[in-house]
């Protein structure tokens, strides 16, 4: 991807006949290494190229990047992450593993050289991922999504000026961790109509660079600011920012707001929210901040530093009574939520120390084992396992 993956070896571009031959002399090989393999489409006019992707999944043969390149002779392969880059014929062809249930979006996520990533750009620029693994939403730990909030309106006052952006209690997630994704979905038609992107003219493709840029300024949710921050890093985005200067821009977002800083993290926020009501997915992302909530209030009634507080114990001695807490109390619990819920603060403190107290008890003939194995010449500490 992107033709310079090689550090031993050259490569070269290759004109369109050369490369379909290419295409037509390794498929029939590389379909016999793997359940499903295509060959991403390009734009109808593009002459020439850097390199060759294939997109597998379900590999049925062990390695097949290692077969590939031992029947093709390859000079140089070389892997990053899910992509195997093997030379053939002074050209890098790049072998794309995907898991075959995201197959089917990966592929339309490829095509159209740049299509994915000026997409992925799109999203991000609304609270979103984009990628081959499907459209996705992050999680950060915040208010759950109500079904009943009406977030586009939300948005609307926001921008507006009639709603403070602090008063969105999480505006500034985008800085907090985020906790993990909620899949939104693997329909590619259905996330092209969710972000406003005409699904007729992506399935009759692109002729042109221009054509897919122009495609891309055509949502309302375009906002030429969030595209122009990744203006040197590809070429596509190279070729959006010539595409830019050569056009009339479309009127602004009707969505989002360009400059404000905490507006844009709060209409992220509230879209996010959106988007994950929109796909029926409400129940998993509050799940997973129902989850880290507990997490959360686990961690404020015995976490280590309150169990310190309580016994003024320090190093391993804290590091057991903390087992015994954990124990006593797990935070794995099915009921732990109800049970965490029922405590006060004495209730909290009965429990640390019952857990302290047990471990003092304990404590004695430890001492008297760790002595008498010192004694001895042997090390409790370093002992075979």
């Not at 921050?229 to 821009?249: N, S, T």
Request: glycine fraction near 8%.
């Amino acid at each position: 991807m992107g033709g310079n993956a090689f550090k031993t070896c050259t490569t070269r571009r290759m004109a369109l006949a050369e490369y379909q031959a290419l295409i037509a002399r390794l498929s029939p090989y590389v379909s016999t290494l793997y359940e499903r393999t295509a060959v991403p489409q390009s734009v109808h006019n593009k002459e020439d190229f850097g390199d060759l992707d294939f997109l597998v999944a379900g590999p049925i043969a062990d390695d097949p990047p290692a077969l590939i390149a031992e029947r093709f002779h390859s000079k140089e392969r070389v892997r990053s992450g899910p992509v195997t880059s093997v030379e053939v014929d002074e050209f890098q062809v790049d072998l794309i593993c995907v898991t075959l249930p995201t197959f089917d979006y990966a592929l339309t996520f490829y095509n159209w050289n740049g299509f994915g990533m000026l997409r992925g750009v799109l999203a991000r620029s609304l609270g979103l991922k984009d990628g081959a693994e499907g459209l996705r939403a992050p999680v950060f730990f915040s208010p759950v999504v109500d079904n009943d909030e009406d977030y586009a309106q939300m948005m609307v006052k926001l921008r507006n000026g009639n709603l403070d952006p602090a008063k969105v209690i999480d505006y500034n997630t985008d800085a907090g961790a985020v906790m993990g994704f909620v899949l939104l979905s693997l329909d590619h038609e259905e996330v092209l109509r969710f972000l406003d992107l005409d699904v007729e003219t992506c399935r009759r493709g692109f002729g042109t660079m221009d054509e897919l840029c122009s495609y891309f300024t055509s949502t309302k949710y375009f906002m030429p600011s969030a595209f122009s921050k990744h203006g040197g890093k590809q070429r596509i985005m190279q070729r959006l920012g010539e595409f830019l200067h050569k056009c009339v821009l479309p009127p602004g977002s009707a969505a989002f707001s360009e400059e404000n800083g905490d507006i844009r993290r709060a209409e992220r926020s509230l879209f996010r929210k959106l988007a994950v009501r929109h796909f029926g997915k409400t129940a998993e992302w509050n799940a997973m901040v129902e989850t880290e909530r507990i997490r959360r209030q686990y961690k404020t009634m015995f976490g280590s530093k309150v169990v310190r507080n309580i016994t003024s114990m320090s190093g391993r001695d804290l590091g057991e009574v903390m087992k015994k807490v954990k124990k006593k109390v797990p935070l794995s619990a099915p009921d732990i939520s109800r049970t965490l819920n029922s405590l006060d603060e004495s209730g909290v403190r009965a429990i640390i120390e019952e857990c302290w107290h047990r471990y003092t008890a304990e404590r004695p003939q430890t001492l008297m084992c760790e002595s008498a194995c010192t004694r001895d010449g042997y090390n409790i500490e370093t002992a075979a396992v």
